[in-house]
């Protein structure tokens, strides 16, 4: 694992640092085996000395808030492996701290990622502000159970846009030739497609948006590059529906590039009233310019497919 997971943005010298790597365990855990990037994979070594104990719960959410969330999760065992598991071999149960009234999310689904292992995703409620508990009973094939816990801070409000909320309407960059598109874009191979609108006009035009945040070369978890490339297999689906638009986490990937220092990014103005505390991120906005859907951490094209999907049958 590098350790451009923690770097800063700034919008001077003198501005205080910034830690993008608001999940960094969890996303150690899922998405890298060591420090070559290796995807995690699971072998054939101790998978039949599985105990009490021995899977662990991480709920990969750093703005939860009050009302519906959907809340990736994931699963994995003392050893650092992922755990191969059916979605219906695990109920997630929940309650706010010392309030006794315990609440069961809807079956999870399983999302395969493409640098291998995945995550569940479910929808959580929460009615009020403060430190939920989260456990995990996992039901082997035997019958036998084990349980796993976790725990996570809600927030009275999000912290990015809320779901309902107007988008914030700023500009992104464009561009479409590949000098423009290395001044904009840590991509080593941009898709031209996803420069081609400011988010602003994309507003304007009234079709539903999806937008991705995040910096595909500099992202050490191996998420943020698949996320772009995630983007644009759904945007290849779906041409004439809506628009699709990454915005670069830093303003001079270019100079970042030619230094060889990432210490040297200066955050991407659009960021800003986005408020992200963690990378990548993505939206999708309807037609009225209003938050539909929002992903925190790597999502996959089935779960963003799903989520546009909704929005376009709303019309």
């Known amino acids: 694992m590098t350790h451009d997971l923690t770097r800063g943005f700034r919008r001077s010298s003198s501005a205080p640092v910034l830690l993008a790597g608001a999940l960094f365990l969890t996303l150690l855990l899922i998405a890298c085996s060591g420090g070559n990037h290796d995807p995690v994979v699971n072998d054939d070594t101790g998978n039949d000395q599985v105990g009490v104990g021995d899977i662990f719960l991480f709920l990969i959410t750093s703005d939860s ?4 969330n959907r809340l990736p999760f994931a699963l994995r065992r003392a050893n650092g492996l992922k755990a191969d598991l059916e979605s219906s071999a695990v109920t997630l149960r929940y309650e706010k701290r010392d309030s006794g009234s315990v609440q069961t999310t809807p079956e999870a689904t399983f999302r395969q990622w493409p640098v291998g292992s995945g995550i569940f995703t479910t929808k959580a409620v929460y009615d009020s502000a403060g430190i939920w508990d989260f456990t995990a009973t996992i039901t082997g ?4 159970t084990q349980m796993a ?5 809600v927030k009275e409000v999000s912290s990015t846009p809320a779901i309902g909320s107007a988008a914030p309407v700023v500009a992104s960059k464009t561009g479409s030739t590949p000098e423009e598109l290395a001044l904009i874009s840590s991509d080593a191979n941009p898709i031209p497609e996803l420069y081609a609108v400011s988010f602003d006009d994309a507003l304007a035009a009234r079709k539903p948006v999806m937008v991705t945040f995040s910096t595909p070369a500099l992202c050490a978890t191996q998420t943020c590059g698949p ?4 983007v644009d297999q759904v945007r290849r689906n779906h041409v004439d529906d809506a628009a699709f638009i990454h915005v ?14 990432p210490a040297l990014g200066v955050e991407a103005p659009t960021l800003e009233p986005w408020n992200l505390p963690s990378e990548p991120w993505t939206f ?11 992903f925190e951490a790597f999502t996959t094209a ?10 376009l049958a709303d019309g």
């Open 65 to 68: 808030s009050v009302g519906e």
């Open 141 to 144: 094939p035997d019958g036998t």
């Open 149 to 153: 816990e976790a725990a996570i801070l």
């Open 227 to 230: 996320q772009v490339t995630t």
């Open 248 to 261: 670069e986490l830093f303003d001079n990937p270019d100079v970042m590039r030619e230094s060889g220092d």
């Open 284 to 294: 999708i906005v309807d037609g009225d310019g209003l938050i539909a859907a929002k």
């Open 302 to 311: 089935d779960e963003l497919e799903e989520a546009l999907a909704a929005v």
